[in-house]
C-alpha cells in the first residue's frame, strides 16, 4: 500500500471549499488524501479531545503520522514544561492513545534538529527513545549529514534495523551539513516513511532571524520529471517495505497538495474509503 498525503491540513487552500471553518477542513481533507502529519503536536502535546476528534473527523481506515514534541527531540527553547522527560514522554503518549485505539496511528517522527549530530551520547538517547515509546511505531529523521557520512552511513542504517526505528527517506536541498541525502534504504519490512521537503537551497539556508523564513524554506514546486524521479524510486522501494508512506512538505507557495495529486496519479492509485467530497452534493 502506498499512502500519499501531505504536512498538516490547515494550510492547503486548494482542497478546500469557500468559507470552509478551520475546524472543518480536516473532513474536507479526508476526501483527498488517505494520510497526513500532525504539526501541532511538534508545538505541544495536543489534549486529548483534540485528538478525539481529529479521530472522529477522518474515515475508518485513516492513517495519522504524528510528529513527536519537540521538547522530545531537542528543538525545544529553554527548558521543557516538564519536570522531568519522563514525565514529558508520558505525557505525549497518554495524548495519542485515542490514535492507536482506533487504528489510525501510522506512526509517531521523531524530527531530530541539525545540531543532533552522529555521536555516543546522542545514539544512546535514541536507545532511550525507543525504550520510552514502547511498541508505539516511531519513525526516525536526521537533518545532519554526518550520521550518512561514508564512516556511519551503514552502521546508521543498521543501528535502525536493529532497534527497530522505522527509516524517515528525505528528498532535501543539498546544502552542506544540516541537510541529509537520499538513502533509498527502508529499514523496516512492514513501514517506511518518505518525506519531500522541496529543492530550494536558498530556502533552506536562509538565516531563521528573519519573519519570513519558514514561508521561504519550503517553497518549491516538484516538477514533472523530478515526481517521475520519485515514481521509480517508489518502485524500488516497495519489494523491502509493505506499507509506504509519502508526505509532500513543500508548502510555503501551496504545491504540497498539488504535487501530491500528481504523485498519485502517476502511480494509477485509486482510494477506496476515503470521505465523501462535498463538493459532489452540488
Not at 139 to 155: S, V
Not at 171 to 193: K, M, R, Y
Request: glycine content about 8%.
Amino acid at each position: 500500500m502506498i499512502y500519499v498525503g501531505v504536512t498538516g491540513w490547515g494550510d492547503h487552500d486548494s482542497l478546500y471549499t469557500a468559507g470552509i471553518a478551520p475546524r472543518d477542513k480536516l473532513l474536507e481533507y479526508g476526501a483527498h488524501f488517505p494520510t497526513v502529519e500532525v504539526d501541532a503536536s511538534f508545538y505541544a502535546i495536543q489534549p486529548k479531545q483534540n485528538v478525539e476528534k481529529w479521530v472522529t473527523d477522518t474515515p475508518e481506515n485513516f492513517q495519522f503520522i504524528v510528529k513527536a514534541y519537540q521538547g522530545m527531540t531537542g528543538h525545544q527553547r529553554g527548558e521543557i514544561p516538564f519536570d522531568s522527560k519522563e514525565l514529558m514522554f508520558t505525557a505525549f503518549k497518554q495524548s495519542i492513545e485515542p490514535y492507536e485505539t482506533a487504528g489510525k496511528m501510522a506512526m509517531v517522527l521523531f524530527q531530530f534538529p541539525p545540531w543532533f549530530e552522529c555521536k555516543k551520547e546522542n545514539v544512546d538517547y535514541l536507545r532511550w527513545c525507543k525504550e520510552q515509546m514502547g511498541d508505539t511505531k516511531v519513525a526516525l529523521e536526521f537533518r545532519n549529514q554526518t550520521w550518512f557520512q561514508p564512516a556511519y552511513h551503514d552502521r546508521t542504517l543498521k543501528f535502525m534495523e536493529e532497534e527497530g526505528w522505522i527509516h524517515s527517506i528525505c528528498d532535501e536541498p543539498q546544502a552542506g551539513t544540516g541537510s541529509i541525502p537520499t538513502v533509498l534504504h527502508p529499514t523496516d519490512a512492514d513501514n517506511t516513511l518518505i518525506r519531500l521537503h522541496g529543492r530550494n537551497t536558498y530556502g533552506w539556508t536562509k538565516p531563521a532571524s528573519g519573519k519570513d523564513w519558514r514561508e521561504v524554506r519550503y517553497l518549491y514546486d516538484y516538477n514533472l520529471n523530478e515526481l517521475m524521479e520519485w515514481k521509480e524510486n517508489l518502485e524500488k522501494l516497495t519489494p523491502f517495505s509493505r506499507n509506504m508512506y509519502m508526505l509532500f512538505n513543500n508548502n510555503s507557495g501551496g504545491h504540497a497538495a498539488g504535487n501530491a495529486k500528481q504523485m498519485i496519479d502517476l502511480l494509477g492509485v485509486e482510494y477506496t474509503g476515503l470521505a465523501p467530497r462535498q463538493l459532489d452534493l452540488f
